[in-house]
Every structure is written in structure tokens, then in C-alpha cells.
């Protein structure tokens, strides 16, 4: 069964949300199976939206991470369009003032420390303060719904890429996330289960640097690496799927091999960025390879990864601040300090994180 998205399903049934002036908090993957743009589609479909509100990275897409567009007016449907990137917390109450009822249509990727989520928590706040409905459009976690991986995050360590206890791999769809950290009602998908893998339809890159689902497969782990002084491939065509420093030898990938990590395979290479770390430089590392797509383990492979450059380079390899809000607290950064296993950090995460009655989908683990 083909899964129909809650925006295909409103697009449909415009009788699904109140009536009222709509804004809508969207950006370029917000799209019908068609890959029309969902506001096109519900204007199309005689629902009053009045302006757009877009995430990092811009309503097309265009801009970089840690950067969003310029305001304006939408040339596809001739509404403005306003930033919320810039206007975290209350900045973003006078921004909703103009709208009765506000909608999220945004493709998220499963992790903690990608921003839309959190784009998605702040409005969501926003119009519980200003007392407005807030609906989520929902749409597929492209790593499904049953394996859960990684730390929550813990008090003190909130910021944009993560403002509220969820796992590294939360498990959960945005509708399903909406309703565990505040007052939203759900429009929800048809054809999707727990068990689903991918979107269930043509693969939108969701940022500049997440270009396939196999980037989103490898993310929740290899993200981590933003926190090192190694690459993490941006700049370069396999972002987070090739990681590398100047100082990573032959040594690494035999001893990553020696690990054996399941569902996963390492590649020696040479790549050079365009931009970021080591940009213009000709870098040497690994490619990240998944062969077993269930049995990989993105958060545990990170990790032992880490280890093993800690190990093998321990006068070269190092951490970043920004380490510390990409984990969720600092017992990463206090283990390697100590020269403990960080693996020794995962817990044995599952769903039951979640609260049940968030839950909005059936099936299991295949």
C-alpha cells in the first residue's frame, strides 16, 4: 500500500482543519506524490492559507546549514514568506499573529540533532502561548519506526538541535514527536507502518547535505563527527558517509574491519572538500558502507569508530564544544577524557521512551 501523506489527505478532505486564516511552516519537502508543493495543493483545494513560514536552510532549499533565506513572497502561490529560523522562542509569537491556525508539512530524518523537529517544537510552543491550533501534516521517519538508538538529552544541554529529552534516534514520525512534547492534533498518514523503511515515495533531499536515504541511514551516528576535528564529508557528494583528517593513516580501516560491526562495511578513500573542514585540502579516511540496512547500528558504529581514532591517533584526534549538544550532555566528552569505552554509554533504548498515547501507528520490528 502506497502511503498517502496527511497533506495528501488534506489536499483531499479540506474539511480536516478548522476554518480560519492557515499559515504554513513548510519548505521544499513539503510535496504531494505529484511533487507539487503542498501549498500549491491546498490552495488548489480552496483552503484559506495566507502565508508561509520556512525552516533552516529557506522554503526552496537553497541556503547552507546554520543559515536560512531571505523573506519575500512566494512566486508558486504569491503568499509571503517568513523566516523562523532567526526568531527562536518568543521571537516567533508576533510572527503567527496574522494566522488563525498553524500547520507543519516538513520532512524530518529521525534524529535528534536535525533541526526541523525543533523548528517544529518552537512554533508548536508558539501557538500554545497565543492559544492557536497547531496541526502536523504527517509524514513518514524514513528509518522507520522501531529501532530506537542513543542517549536522551539530558537537562542543561538544550539547544537548537535539541531543545527536549529524545533519543539520538527517536523512533517517531513529526506527528508523533508533536504529540509527546505539547498540544497538536495529527493528521495522519495512510500505508505507513512501524516496520516502514524509506518515505514511501520520491526521495526530496531534505537539506544541502542530506542527499539520499543513505545519508539519513548513517546520520544519527556519523553526525556526531561535527564534534571532532575530522570531516564528516561536507563538501563533498557522500556527506556523513565519508569521514577523514589529514592525519588518518592506512591503520584505520583494517582496525575498524577488526571490530566487525554488523551490517556495515569499510571503505579506505581520498576525498577533498569544497567547503568546511579541510576544505581544498585532499583528506584521507573511510567510506561508511551499510550492507544490512536492520542489523546496522549508525549510534554504536559512531562510536566505535570514534574510539578507534582516539586510539590509533590519540595526539591528533580531538573533540569540539559543539560535541557536548550534539550527545545531549557531556559524558561523551568526559569518557574519552578518561579513556573509557564510550560504547559503554548506550543504553538499551526502545520505543517505550515514548508515551504510549503518542504512538499513532502499528507494527513490529520484521
Known amino acids: 500500500m502506497a502511503v498517502r501523506t496527511g497533506a495528501e ?37 480552496g483552503l484559506p492559507l495566507t502565508a508561509l513560514f520556512g525552516p533552516e536552510h529557506g522554503l526552496r532549499g537553497t ?14 502561490t504569491g503568499l509571503p514568506v517568513f523566516d523562523t529560523y532567526l526568531r527562536h522562542g518568543r521571537g516567533l509569537d508576533d510572527l503567527f499573529s496574522g494566522v ?17 523537529v525543533w523548528t517544529m517544537y518552537d512554533c508548536l510552543k ?7 491550533p497547531f496541526v502536523v501534516l504527517d509524514r513518514p521517519n524514513p528509518l522507520g519506526g522501531v ?10 544541554f538544550e539547544s537548537f538541535v535539541g531543545r527536549a529529552p529524545i533519543p539520538l534516534r527517536h523512533g517517531l514520525t513529526v506527528g508523533e514527536l508533536a504529540r509527546q512534547l505539547g498540544e497538536a492534533t495529527v493528521i495522519t498518514m495512510d500505508g505507513w507502518t512501524r516496520d516502514s523503511w524509506g518515505t514511501g515515495m ?31 564529508g561536507r563538501g563533498t557528494t557522500r556527506p556523513f558517509e565519508t569521514i577523514g583528517a589529514p592525519f588518518v593513516d592506512a591503520r584505520f580501516v583494517p582496525a575498524l574491519r577488526e571490530c566487525e560491526l554488523p551490517g556495515v562495511v569499510f571503505r579506505r578513500t581520498w576525498f577533498e572538500p569544497v567547503f568546511s573542514k579541510y576544505a581544498g585540502q585532499a583528506v584521507p579516511g573511510v567510506q561508511v558502507h551499510v550492507v544490512d540496512r536492520a542489523a546496522y547500528q549508525p549510534v554504536r558504529t559512531a562510536l566505535v569508530m570514534l574510539r578507534v581514532l582516539n586510539e590509533l591517533y590519540p595526539s591528533d584526534f ?18 574519552f577524557e578518561a579513556g ?25 520490528a520484521k
Open 318 to 335: 580531538g573533540l569540539l564544544p559543539s560535541l557536548d549538544k550534539l550527545w545531549g550532555s557531556d559524558s561523551l566528552r568526559k569518557a
Open 63 to 76: 541556503a547552507q546549514a546554520g543559515e536560512s533565506e531571505a523573506e519575500g513572497v512566494d512566486p508558486d
Open 202 to 232: 520520491t526521495w526530496v533531499p531534505p537539506s544541502p547535505n542530506m542527499p539520499t536515504l543513505d545519508t539519513a541511514l548513517v546520520y544519527p551516528g556519523t553526525g556526531l563527527f561535527e564534534g571532532t576535528n575530522l570531516s564528516e
Open 100 to 116: 488563525d491556525v498553524l500547520l507543519f508539512d516538513i520532512q524530518d530524518i529521525g534524529t535528534r540533532f536535525y533541526t526541523y
Open 147 to 156: 529501532q530506537v538508538e542513543g542517549p536522551a538529552l539530558q537537562p542543561g
Open 9 to 45: 489527505r488534506l489536499a483531499g478532505e479540506p474539511g480536516l482543519v478548522d476554518d480560519g486564516r492557515l499559515g504554513l511552516i513548510t519548505n521544499f519537502t513539503g510535496v504531494l506524490p505529484d511533487l507539487r508543493p503542498t501549498s500549491v495543493a491546498l490552495l488548489e483545494a
Open 340 to 364: 573509557e569505552d564510550p560504547v559503554a554509554l548506550l543504553p538499551s533504548t526502545t520505543l517505550d521512551w515514548a508515551r504510549p498515547d503518542a504512538l499513532l501507528y502499528e507494527g513490529t
Open 126 to 132: 508558539a501557538a500554545e502561548r497565543l492559544g492557536k
